[in-house]
């Protein structure tokens, strides 16, 4: 099992010591979000910095930019790792896209589809010189040496977008390389919705689903006292709260035994009481979906809950001080031998 690091990224004179620490402490691996920093340029500084470590866009938001700006891009981040770039995208939400990026969003399954499609053909173009794309969305047909990066050693960048929903599920394995899980997207969400809508995906392409990565971040609280799981377990309801408040995600706490918990969490959301939010996730919530142990023992706990059912893990919050990251790291070199 690889096992990566997540983090947000950094100003860029940071990323290139997180990511030779992330190294060296033993993972995979690092995932990059993409919040109010581009998730490409903090890529590209760790690509240098710490050569053979697998470095992944998880996720990096798709409409905003052009298939053929991202394509481009990764194509020269998968040169740059030999090899190790997993290109992840995401659709965002309306509000985002629309009022933040000014971009449009209708059908945003479909779009995204095309746009998967899109960035395909434009790899293919770099290696042949022939561009040929012609989607509901996205019309790609024009491509001259000088606009071309050129082929490159290295095999094309995988491609794996965000999926929680059952057609967005479908669509990954019919189309895409890997799917992130989403942050809330526990063991039976994984096996109930995910696996079986990624095989249905990829049969309809005639794929095997073994060919898609089960990319699946997980939420843990680890401490060898009380204390120490009492405070990461209140960081982890906070960030169940903030997953947890869009309304696309609520069958997912619903199908789990906690049947109202997006609205509740909407309610305190539109009252600005965060408190409140976090205060909707019971410690009930926390043991269905996330993962608490000892530090001795979270290798075992992961593997109980994922073996057979990931391809990737992503830690969540293993990213701090040197003791934790050396910490995790440990538990990372575990899972992955």
Known sequence: MHVDAMTTPQPLHRAGDLARRTQAAGFSGLLFTETGRTAYLNAAVASQAAPGLELCTGVAVAFPRSPFVTAAAAWELQEATGGNFRLGLGTQVRTHVVRRYGMPFERPGPRLRDYVLAVKACFAAFRTATLDHHGDFYDLDFITPQWSPGPIEAPDPKVDIAAVNPWMLRMAG?????????????????????????????????RAASDIAVIVPVLTIVGDSDEERDREREVVRASMSFYGSTPNYAFIWDEAGFEGTTARIRERQKAGDFAGMAAQISDDHIAAFATESTWDGL???????????ATRLVLYNALGDAERVERYGEVARRLRG
């Open 174 to 206: 019919e189309v895409a390389d890997g799917v992130h899980i989403h942050p809330i997207g526990e063991p039976g969400y994984i096996t109930r919705h995910a696996l079986p809508n990624i095989a249905d995906g990829a049969a309809k392409a005639g």
């Open 299 to 309: 290798a075992d706990a992961l593997t109980d809950k994922y073996a057979g059912i």
